[in-house]
């Protein structure tokens, strides 16, 4: 693993400064915290606000960008504002990651900076992500898979770099929690983000709320399922204030991605349009 640090550190050099995408994830703040040696004053990190992405991240975003004292810029990257975004068909993140990027590579090139990288781990490879398109196409570099760094090494190393980030959750946005061909409304976006807004008091480590129209459907990880058990009543309460009628544990638990689950080979194989002939 100390290898890989050098590799990162040796990428980062390729560049005299750079622009982040920084959610305030375990990922982005990891390679913030590293890209500050490097590029001093050079650097800086930029937070898109929207409905998929809940006020409580924005919160903690701004918090980490001060702590570790690198110029944070905030913009609005409104995703269901995009044609056909709402919809919610298997591209989806195509859309919402090339309109975000390139936003950010605008305000890069007007600023001076020479890079714009994101948190991509090597991990995120091996899933479905259409958004992995857009970044390329908009020359957004992932220094940190690139590196070869998963989410483990990245937590092991955010811990001795005493960042806050090192035990926190995996985080993707709120989109992320509907199955494919359900409307994205902002009423669910928000009912979605309060209901887990509220489990988080709870003290789960690792968790998801699948929004399925009215039911909601919960992932724990297998360590935390007799204790999402025992508080099954909060859980149905927590829920149905935030507007859902049915409630629901997921015996699978908590799974990165699970809801690419139902897509075929030739959904993940031509899942952008421009693409099909």
């Given at each position: 693993m100390e290898?890989?640090?050098?590799?990162?550190?040796?990428?980062?050099?390729?560049?005299?400064?750079?622009?982040?995408?920084?959610?305030?994830?375990?990922?982005?703040?990891?390679l913030a915290r590293i890209a500050k040696d490097l590029y001093?004053?050079?650097?800086?990190?930029?937070?898109?606000?929207?409905?998929?992405?809940?006020?409580?991240?924005?919160?903690e975003?701004?918090?980490?960008?001060?702590?570790?004292?690198?110029?944070?810029?905030i913009i609005v990257s409104e995703e269901i504002d995009i044609p056909g975004y709402s919809d919610n068909p298997p591209d989806r993140c195509y859309?919402?990651?090339?309109?975000?990027?390139?936003?950010?590579?605008?305000?890069?090139?007007?600023?001076?900076y020479d890079a714009v990288f994101d948190g991509s781990n090597a991990d995120d490879l091996k899933d479905f992500r259409p958004g992995m398109k857009a970044k390329q196409e908009k020359g957004v570099i992932s220094p940190?898979?690139?590196?070869?760094f998963t989410k483990s090494e990245i937590r092991y190393f955010s811990e001795k770099y005493n960042l806050p980030t090192a035990s926190k959750q995996s985080y993707a946005c709120l989109a992320s929690r509907f199955p494919y061909g359900e409307k994205i409304t902002k009423i669910k976006l928000d009912r979605l983000a309060l209901a887990e807004f509220?489990?988080?008091?709870?003290?789960?480590?690792?968790?998801?709320?699948?929004?399925?129209?009215?039911?909601?459907?919960?992932?724990?990880?297998?360590?935390?399922?007799?204790?999402?058990?025992g508080l099954r009543d909060k859980l149905a309460e927590i829920c149905r204030r935030s507007g859902f009628t049915y409630i629901t544990i997921d015996l699978d638990g908590y799974r990165t991605g699970s809801m690419n689950e139902v897509l075929t080979e030739l959904d993940k194989l031509g899942y952008h349009k421009s693409d099909k002939k």
């Open positions: 290898e890989k640090l050098i590799i990162l550190q040796n990428r980062l050099k390729e560049y005299k400064s750079a622009v982040i995408a920084f959610s305030g994830g375990v990922d982005s703040t990891f001093d004053g050079n650097l800086l990190l930029i937070t898109a606000t929207s409905s998929t992405y809940p006020f409580y991240e924005l919160d975003a701004k918090s980490l960008a001060e702590l570790l004292g690198i110029r944070h810029k859309y919402c990651k090339s309109e975000l990027f390139g936003k950010i590579k605008y305000i890069a090139s007007e600023e001076g940190l898979a690139d590196s070869g509220e489990l988080r008091s709870l003290g789960f480590s690792q968790f998801r709320i699948r929004s399925h129209e009215n039911l909601a459907r919960f992932e724990f990880i297998p360590s935390e399922m007799d204790k999402a058990w």
